[in-house]
């Protein structure tokens, strides 16, 4: 790995604190595009711009869904979260929502830096049992509320491989309960800022809210400190290799934006969570293997009933892809994505219409034919 030193009296930790993850986005991208104190490292992956040394800070940590025109997603980070609240490690699972998810893996099978096993065991068997080390360090928080252990270790020594591609970047998360609020800190060694961060912050955050409903107690602020936070510059890549070799553009392009509204996802129910939770998995797994027309054995309140109608949609995404099927076929499928939109919480409409807009026939046309149901 080549870097390209800097003076010494230049170097000073970059902090942003802000009310979404835009604002934080906006603050990062705005550092690593034109700020002083970067370095430009030549790592394995290419050339990036590195800030070494970042703290941010979540003031509301539901404001987790990006409202950008061009970083506005969704299905994705959602269907991350559930393969680790799955304690899943498949490549196929994930595959199914970040497609390029192989390329991390070392033998295209299993991601085993994959954090739902560290966090809940194999299959989220230790979290069954109440023996995971999810629940190591929120028992702690129960018999102490005041307790500085509630952490859990994510990167192990044995990560550290040459040959091993899926070395986790976060190293450990933190609980802690201030004025009757859970706390949340996450420290990462690596952080892509395009890639991963706003994956990152929506999953840590959701966890996050998922620990407090479970612990009675409010939602505080969430931090997040990286090492190496980065930025890739353009080099083209066969696309075998990245996702995609045109991060540096398309963060000029999303700072271009300007400022974004603050939209937060509604409040989780209050009660403890994980009987929604084991549903939901059930349903995901369900749907993703083709079973659109799942229900879940319960009742689910309306905010549970909205990830499964995101999966739904991503499903329906991923068969009009795949299967190629004839305009009349295709027509009816979007406007089935319309009718569930329908019957969604606001909030989620930009990251449907962002995917309809990539469609035919025009948007209008399926709006015609549909039930547009609640706001």
Same mark, same amino acid.
């Given at each position: 790995?080549?870097?390209?030193?800097?003076?010494?009296?230049?170097?000073?930790?970059?902090?942003?604190?802000?009310?979404?993850?835009?604002?934080?986005?906006?603050?990062?991208?705005?550092?690593?595009?034109?700020?002083?104190?970067?370095?430009?490292?030549?790592?394995?992956?290419?050339?990036?711009?590195?800030?070494?040394?970042a703290l941010l800070e979540l003031e509301n940590p539901r404001a987790r869904l990006s409202r950008s025109f061009s970083r506005a997603k969704a299905f994705s980070p959602l269907g991350e979260l559930f393969w680790y609240l799955a304690g899943n490690e498949s490549i196929e699972f994930?595959?199914?929502?970040?497609?390029?998810?192989?390329?991390?893996?070392?033998?295209?099978?299993?991601?085993?830096?994959?954090?739902?096993?560290? *966090?809940?065991?194999? &299959? =989220?068997?230790?979290?069954?049992? !109440?023996?995971? %080390?999810?629940?190591?360090?929120?028992?702690? #928080?129960?018999?102490?509320?005041g307790s500085r252990n509630a952490v859990i270790q994510i990167y192990a020594n044995k990560d550290d491989k040459p040959k091993n591609k899926d070395k986790p970047c976060t190293c450990t998360i933190q609980f802690a309960i201030r004025k009757n609020r859970l706390l949340m800190h996450t420290h990462m060694r690596s952080n892509d800022a395009y890639l991963g961060l706003p994956h990152d912050v929506f999953s840590f955050t959701? *966890?996050?809210?998922? &620990? =407090?409903?479970?612990?009675?107690? !409010?939602?505080? %602020?969430?931090?997040?400190?990286?090492?190496? #936070?980065?930025?890739?510059?353009?080099?083209?890549?066969p696309t075998h290799q990245r996702a995609s070799s045109n991060l540096h553009a398309k963060a000029h392009k999303y700072y271009d934006e300007g400022l974004h509204e603050s939209v937060p996802m509604p409040a989780m129910p209050q009660g403890d969570p994980w009987e929604s939770i084991k549903h939901v998995k059930v349903a995901e797994e369900a749907i993703r293997m083709g079973n659109l027309s799942y229900t879940p054995s319960v009742k689910l309140d309306p905010y549970w009933n909205d990830f499964l109608s995101l999966f739904?949609?991503?499903?329906?995404?991923?068969?009009?892809?795949?299967?190629?099927?004839?305009?009349?076929?295709?027509?009816?499928?979007?406007?089935?994505?319309?009718?569930?939109?329908?019957?969604?919480?606001?909030?989620?409409?930009?990251?449907i219409m962002d995917r309809l807009n990539t469609q035919n026939p025009p948007i209008r046309d399926l709006f015609d034919h549909a039930d547009q149901g609640k706001n």
């Open positions: 790995m080549e870097v390209q030193p800097k003076d010494e009296a230049e170097f000073s930790m970059f902090y942003a604190s802000g009310k979404s993850i835009d604002d934080l986005m906006r603050s990062v991208f705005k550092q690593l595009l034109s700020g002083r104190n970067n370095y430009l490292v030549n790592s394995q992956k290419g050339l990036s711009t590195e800030v070494f040394g994930i595959s199914h929502y970040i497609p390029n998810y192989s390329q991390y893996s070392s033998d295209g099978i299993l991601a085993k830096g994959a954090y739902g096993p560290r *966090l809940f065991g194999p &299959a =989220a068997t230790k979290k069954l049992a !109440g023996k995971s %080390e999810w629940d190591r360090a929120l028992n702690n #928080l129960r018999k102490r509320p959701m *966890l996050q809210e998922i &620990a =407090a409903r479970e612990l009675s107690v !409010g939602l505080g %602020e969430y931090t997040h400190s990286v090492a190496s #936070l980065h930025l890739y510059h353009d080099k083209p890549l739904r949609i991503h499903k329906i995404f991923d068969l009009i892809k795949k299967t190629n099927p004839d305009d009349k076929t295709k027509n009816n499928q979007l406007r089935e994505v319309v009718k569930i939109m329908g019957g969604m919480h606001s909030v989620y409409r930009l990251y």
